[in-house]
């Protein structure tokens, strides 16, 4: 088999399964994105309940996985119970590796099931799980290590699990993967909760065939190489994504308390460099990644009551959550942070959604809107993370009232308590850490799941700051709409991100000869483009306006490094982005 | 498809190419591990030559022919230096099915996997080489014999798939191959080595005697 081709479905109401070949479905869209896309719209009813058991749970990998380096993402396609549309998420670990070892291309996970399960997928065998025994252990890191023991497969599978913002239906809910990879956006976690589905374990030992074995090992060898030896790769080994931190300081592009400031003066306490130098404990990659980005920390605490005795955290941290649960909130210790993402660790919520929505919160108690009798006697406060943690905990338990709209997301939450001015979200999905001028925010109100990573305007941004003219919002909703587009092509390979500037065209093409497939430069940008739009049909399917852009006033209030946000300007680009969109011919 | 079904060093060893490798080879492991790009590129080109003859040598033997030439790496021998530096990629177990020109990790005769969860770090279980192998003294029909430099090779035309090996092996360092029903048993070649990024694997000469 060069390209993957074989999807399991599985029923979780029926309990049933069984295996497509749907060869031609990847012949077309190659898989991850291309084809999860093409497999919703087939499994999703038309306005399907988020929650409910229509909505179905894609998972798929691509034609490169376990056969060229950096191909180690899988994406999972639903409809979120975040924002009420498309939900798209990537994660990695070991699970793309996994999917495909097991023989499939993508699975499709229906239905509901009336009792908690876990899926235990190993090759062909298929079984349901009773999962009673497990359900309501809040720890999704102990999830982890129950299911561990229970399955064969070490070394070659991956455990995906919920921990309890899952179960509670958080609507920002993540899935965790090998402790410490998530498919972190838009709440896959509340879906697998609604589901009952517990986890997820996935082995298998199927073999990789190529088209030519000498020019594989060739192509494999550069591509290696150029990993190995590319100075951006090693910024992502050296610091981590965390190395970000302190130039997006200076650039004053870093939100800070709700976005209250673009930048902190005292910032070199939570550097990557810092972090790296004080706390760094292990470094771990993802199945067939050289790069090995993920930075774990290692947090060492005395016990309060037992002298001589401590203990040793590890706790990964990246840029993102150093932004959402740090600057955001004004937690400028790295040790206040760590212990506060250890906690959404546990629990298995998002991050970004997390911080952005407590920052919300604190500025809406600061302003009386909200108050003890909501918080449950918890008096938010900047920088004060003991009270975050324990609100965390309420988030995840949907404690009360209060909690439980914080639970649905900003955009929920302040429609209820008001504070929209200053409720973080675009397309109803909390804002990533980027303030860095216009195009980031196009991209985030544009693009097709509403995160920096769709377009990543905030790279255009800082072209600009660097000395590019300022591109016309036309041109500006052009550049992001071909970025867009071409990221289809690398999350349907699937390849991760950090590895674009090594998979550009030419190298795709000649991967893709060697699985098989024969394509040129233009066959790669129409089906680009047929992706991107598959996806804008099922928005507009589902209800996505593009006239309703609710746009939060704070980002006009604090100045990015382009200076202060022109809404005139963001609106014009935001509607000649959808012309792109609607236009026939491209 | 000719088969080769005698002796399956011999049309190796006649090969002029093939005993290019060998000395290539054996250098290599004299000298221990190198990285420099030449001779990287140059064994891979033997290793294609070698597994792209499939019309003559069907699967089974295109393996063998490959365990064969350890027989010239005979006294090297596969060592984890520092375990404590493995990030958990796995690129070693890639590197070690590509010798068979394939992806995925279902042929690997090494693993990498945690020490119980992510945040507790990785194992990396390889065959040690023993000079006396558990493994081959349970074997039932003499599939396994002693390689020179410790460990053992697999002839598969007598292996029936018992699993014996692999329940014997006291560091679990016999894996199992589901497509061939055969172990996966590693020969020390080090082609895993020059593909470990952070330098945990090494080729060690084993000393004579």
Redesign the interface.
Same mark, same amino acid.
């Given at each position: 088999m060069t390209i993957p081709s074989k999807v399991l479905h599985i029923d979780l109401s029926r309990r049933i399964f069984h295996v497509d070949d749907r060869k031609k479905l990847f012949e077309r869209y190659l898989g991850g994105t291309g084809v999860a896309t093409s497999l919703l719209l087939e499994n999703c009813p038309k306005h399907a309940e988020p929650l409910g058991p229509d909505n179905p749970i894609i998972f798929a990998v691509g034609p490169l996985t376990g056969l060229f380096p950096l191909a180690s993402k899988t994406v999972a396609l639903f409809k979120s119970p975040l924002t009420g549309n498309l939900g798209e998420s990537h994660a990695g670990g070991r699970s793309a590796v996994a999917i495909r070892s097991a023989g499939y291309g993508a699975m499709v996970i229906k239905g509901s099931s009336e009792t908690p399960v876990y899926m235990s997928i190993h090759g062909r065998d298929v079984h349901f799980r009773d999962a009673s025994g497990i359900w309501g252990i809040v720890n999704a890191i102990t999830v982890g290590r129950v299911v561990r023991e229970l399955e064969s497969g070490a070394g070659m599978r991956t455990i995906m699990r919920i921990g309890g913002a899952g179960e509670n239906l958080v609507s920002y809910a993540c899935v965790t993967t090998e402790t410490y990879r998530h498919f972190g956006r838009l709440g896959l976690g509340a879906v697998f909760g609604s589901k009952k589905l517990k986890a997820l374990v996935v082995s298998g030992h199927e073999s990789i065939e190529v088209e030519d074995k000498g020019r594989y090992r060739e192509l494999y060898d550069d591509i290696y190489k150029a990993a190995v030896e590319s100075p951006v790769m090693k910024k992502y080994h050296d610091i981590g994504t965390a190395s970000n931190i302190l130039p997006l300081n200076e650039l004053r592009g870093l939100p800070v308390m709700n976005l209250r400031m673009p930048s902190f003066q005292d910032i070199e306490q939570i550097s990557g460099e810092k972090l790296v130098e004080g706390y760094l404990g292990r470094r771990v990659a993802c199945a067939h990644c050289p790069v090995a980005c993920i930075h774990i920390a290692a947090l060492r605490e005395p016990y309060e009551r037992e002298p001589y005795f401590y203990k040793t955290s590890m706790i990964s941290y990246d840029y993102e959550p150093v932004y959402s649960l740090g600057a955001m909130l004004g937690i400028f210790k790295i040790e206040g942070f760590l212990k506060l993402m250890d906690e959404v660790e546990t629990m298995g919520l998002d991050a970004m959604s997390t911080g952005v929505a407590l920052a919300w919160a604190t500025e809406a108690f600061e302003k009386g809107m909200i108050g003890k009798e909501e918080t449950l006697g918890l008096a938010l406060r900047w920088g004060d993370y003991s009270t975050y943690i324990i609100a965390v905990e309420h988030i995840a338990r949907t404690s009360n009232e209060f909690y439980e709209a914080l639970s649905k997301g900003v955009e929920h939450a302040s429609s209820r308590y008001g504070g929209k001015d200053f409720a973080l979200s675009f397309g109803s999905n909390e804002m990533p850490g980027y303030h860095t001028g216009p195009m980031c925010y196009v991209g985030y109100l544009t693009g097709s799941r509403h995160s920096h990573l769709d377009s990543a305007g905030y790279s255009l941004d800082q072209k600009v700051i660097a000395g590019e003219a300022l591109p016309s919002p036309e041109e500006a909703a052009e550049k992001l709409f071909k970025e867009e587009a071409w990221r289809q092509i690398l999350n349907s390979l699937v390849v991760c991100l950090f590895s674009r500037g090594i998979y550009h065209k030419d190298v795709i093409l000649d991967a893709l000869e060697i699985c098989g497939v024969n394509l040129v430069g233009e066959d790669l940008d129409q089906m680009s483009f047929e992706i991107m739009r598959n996806k804008f049909r099922f928005k507009l399917r589902e209800g996505f306006n593009t006239e309703e852009i609710r746009i939060p006033h704070r980002i006009f209030e604090t100045e990015t490094p382009l200076g202060q946000l022109d809404e005139g300007y963001l609106r014009r680009s935001v509607e000649s982005f959808f012309k792109l969109m609607q236009c026939k011919d491209l | 498809m000719a088969k080769c079904r005698h002796d399956v060093r011999q049309p190796l060893l006649r090969d002029p190419r093939a005993l290019r490798f060998t000395k290539d080879y054996a250098r290599r492991s004299r000298y221990g591990r190198y990285r420099s /790009?030449g001779e *990287? $590129?140059r064994r891979? =080109?033997l290793?294609? $030559?070698i #597994? /792209?003859r499939e019309e003559e040598y069907p699967v089974r033997e295109m393996i063998n022919d490959i365990e064969l030439l350890s027989y010239y790496s005979q006294m090297s021998r596969l060592t984890i230096v520092d375990v404590d530096r493995c990030? +958990? #990629?796995?690129?070693c177990m890639?590197a070690c099915? $590509?010798r068979? &020109? =394939? &992806? +995925?990790?279902?042929?690997s005769a090494l693993?990498? $996997? *945690?020490a +119980? +969860?992510? !945040?507790? &770090?990785f194992v990396v279980i390889a065959c040690r080489a023993c000079p006396d192998p558990p493994c081959m003294k349970v074997c039932p029909t003499g599939a396994l014999s002693l390689r020179p430099g410790g460990g053992v090779l697999l002839d598969r035309s007598k292996c029936i798939g018992c699993r014996l090996c692999v329940e014997t092996c006291p560091v679990k360092a016999v894996f199992? /191959? /589901? !497509?061939l029903n055969k172990p996966n048993i590693c020969i020390h070649c080090g082609y895993c080595v020059d593909?470990c990024?952070?330098e945990i694997l090494e080729i060690k000469e084993v000393e004579a005697g």
């Open positions: - | /790009d *990287s $590129r891979n =080109i290793f294609t $030559r #597994c /792209d990030v +958990g #990629c796995q690129l890639f099915n $590509r068979f &020109g =394939i &992806g +995925g990790i279902a042929k693993l990498v $996997r *945690s +119980g +969860g992510f !945040e507790r &770090g199992w /191959d /589901d !497509e593909y990024p952070y």
